[in-house]
């Protein structure tokens, strides 16, 4: 982001060594055969006898007037050096102004040249499945996108204090964000940190969205939305879980039942490469876990019922798949990250500010310990709901991006993106899509690698509205559909 700044002198720091023309006093020009000058005409003998004597004759009033001839040839050559000077002068800043012309071209082609340099490295591009796909026809793109709270900025100035005011402004972002829409032609949107709903759902109306939201409870002004383009799809259920019913805070969670529209075609935004045969109806989850690291048992408490209650809606339409989406605020070297992909954790393995993985992040790059972790009766009966010390879920889950490999600038050795979400006091993921074994990743929107983020000195920025990054994938259906 910082360009280095050039300063620009007339007589030094040229880009290339510039040596002008040496120029001679007056009285050098009249020399004769020096070579560059050609010789002066020769004056006669008689005119020299004429000025001798002439000069013999005046020797009085030339002594008398000596003083003022003088004067005079003083006053000449103050002028003959003015004008030499006045020349010089002329001639350095005719120059001056041509070579600054140059540089300044060669200073804007060197900035053009970085600009797109840089558009290319900040530009996300898409990644696709070393797999044939190729059989599976009905396709869906997903997003899930934390577009960062306006409250939630203004009440932590320290998180963004790298970032400048303008990038910080709701009507700037929003409107970065749907570039982004427009450009990665999502179906389905999950959305969290949503405080300015109105105007979000006034927004993408006009490209062709419905929605529904759920807020948090308490004093927080933020919550959860979902989007579908409802040209694409139908709503058939809508539900959403305020987890402070069960003593789990005031975050929330949404699940709805889409059907795919089978009356669109492949060239429908958000849709497969031909006409759906069948109706396709799915589960979409989206979440928003609580932030605190200390509380790993509400942390997975949250996520517990999330599974819970995916699952449920997916037996009560008839076996459908599940895509579950958020942010989890735990990372992919954490207990939580191996309960979503294991289906099953023991508890006491694992200490209670480690389970989200956000507390020295580098301590928990394994999950074998032999230790024994002490919870309290209360602290398990928040994670499991029964007092237990096992957790186990039902949904086979697969990470969309993990499904999908990367590279080393963008990945980590789990196959998550190495960077979702990055300010001042943290640069790491926190973000994902997961799918059941129903589907199968198609493409996923890669993420930047970390010395382009870094670049930026934190998010939003010029180009990106949130200080999350958002996740896009293609997903594709794997069985032959189901009638609904």
């Known amino acids: ?231 694409l799809f139908d709503l058939l259920h809508e539900e959403s879980i305020e987890f402070q019913e069960f ?20 060239k429908d935004m958000g849709a497969s490469n031909s006409e759906s045969i069948s109706s396709r109806s799915f589960v979409v989850g989206n979440i928003h876990v609580l932030f605190n690291p200390n509380r790993g048992d509400i942390k997975l408490g949250q996520v517990r019922l999330f599974l819970e209650s995916a699952q449920r809606l997916s037996l009560e339409w008839g076996d459908i798949p599940v895509v579950l989406a958020g942010d989890l605020n735990s990372m992919p070297q954490s207990a939580m990250y191996q309960f979503l992909t294991s289906s099953k954790l023991d508890i006491q393995m694992h200490e209670r500010k480690q389970i989200s993985g956000q507390i020295y992040p580098s301590q928990n790059r394994s999950f074998k310990s032999s230790f024994i972790y002490r919870w309290s009766d209360e602290e398990l009966r928040l994670a499991t709901g029964t007092g237990a010390s096992h957790l186990i879920h039902q949904l086979q889950l697969r990470s969309a991006y993990a499904g999908v490999p990367g590279s080393s600038g963008t990945r980590d050795n789990s196959g998550e993106p190495l960077v979702t979400s990055y300010h001042s006091k943290f640069m790491g993921t926190v973000d994902y899509i997961w799918h059941t074994t129903d589907f199968v990743p198609v493409r996923v929107l890669d993420t930047l690698p970390i010395d382009v983020l870094s670049r930026t000195r934190g998010l939003p920025s010029k180009k990106w509205g949130s200080d999350h990054l958002a996740l896009v994938c293609e997903l594709a259906f794997t069985d032959g559909g189901s009638e609904t």
């Open 1 to 231: 982001m910082h360009l280095s700044r050039f300063t620009y002198s007339s007589d030094k720091g040229l880009s290339t060594p510039y040596a002008p023309p040496k120029f001679k006093s007056p009285g050098n020009m009249g020399r004769i055969g020096d070579g560059r000058y050609p010789p002066a005409e020769q004056p006669s003998r008689s005119s020299a006898s004429k000025r001798s004597r002439t000069s013999q004759f005046d020797v009085g009033q030339h002594r008398s007037k000596k003083k003022q001839r003088g004067t005079i040839r003083q006053t000449e050559t103050e002028t003959e050096t003015l004008t030499l000077n006045h020349t010089s002068t002329s001639y350095t800043r005719t120059y001056a102004t041509s070579s600054t012309f140059s540089y300044n071209r060669r200073k804007e082609k060197r900035h053009k040249g970085k600009s797109k340099r840089t558009s290319a490295e900040d530009k996300r591009k898409w990644v696709y499945s070393t797999h044939d796909v190729s059989p599976y026809l009905d396709r869906v793109v997903f997003m899930s996108y934390n577009i960062l709270g306006v409250k939630n900025a203004a009440n932590h100035e320290d998180l963004y204090h790298n970032v400048a005011p303008k990038y910080l402004d709701w009507d700037y972002r929003k409107r970065l964000i749907r570039k982004e829409i427009r450009e990665y032609n999502p179906g389905i949107m999950c959305f969290q940190e949503v405080d300015c709903y109105d105007d979000l759902d006034y927004l993408l109306q006009k490209e062709g969205f419905k929605g529904v939201y759920q807020a948090r409870t308490g004093d927080a002004c933020d919550g959860c939305a979902i989007f579908w383009n409802r040209e």
């Open 247 to 266: 003593d789990l805070r005031n975050n929330v969670c949404q699940l709805c039942v889409f059907k795919m529209n089978v009356k669109n075609s492949s």
